[in-house]
């Protein structure tokens, strides 16, 4: 099992920036940022290996990043320019590999986009 705890989401203008932060409860290999706005599907933002290999949405590259620290087990999305269609909760999510079929989620942590 593994505990997700995400955290720094929140209210920003239109143009600001936020950093999530994921911590897991012991180290894990594959770790990635979903999000689901509201009506919508849940949809990968981006996702990051124990090697810092990056994998981004086509949509999403350019203003966001993301990274890890494996000596804290914390993955981080540094989100940029934002806009009001980011508006949505963003999920942490990890398996032990990429081809697992367990999944791990955590709670969630919301961030809304003012116009």
């Known amino acids: 099992q593994v505990q997700l705890v995400e955290s720094g989401g929140g209210l920003v203008q239109a143009g600001g920036s936020l950093r999530l932060s994921c911590a897991a409860s012991?180290?894990?290999?594959?770790m990635a940022w979903y999000r689901q706005a509201p009506g919508k599907q849940r949809e990968l933002v981006a996702s990051i290996t124990s090697g810092g290999s990056p994998n981004y949405a086509d949509s999403m590259k350019g203003r966001f990043t993301i990274s890890r620290e494996n000596a804290k087990n914390t993955v981080y999305l540094q989100m940029n320019s934002l806009k009001p269609e980011d508006t949505a909760v963003y999920y942490c999510?990890?398996?032990?590999?990429?081809?697992?079929?367990?999944?791990?989620w955590g709670q969630g942590t919301q961030v809304t986009v003012s116009s």
């Open positions: 012991r180290s894990i290999n594959f």
């Open positions: 999510n990890a398996k032990d590999s990429i081809n697992s079929y367990i999944s791990y």
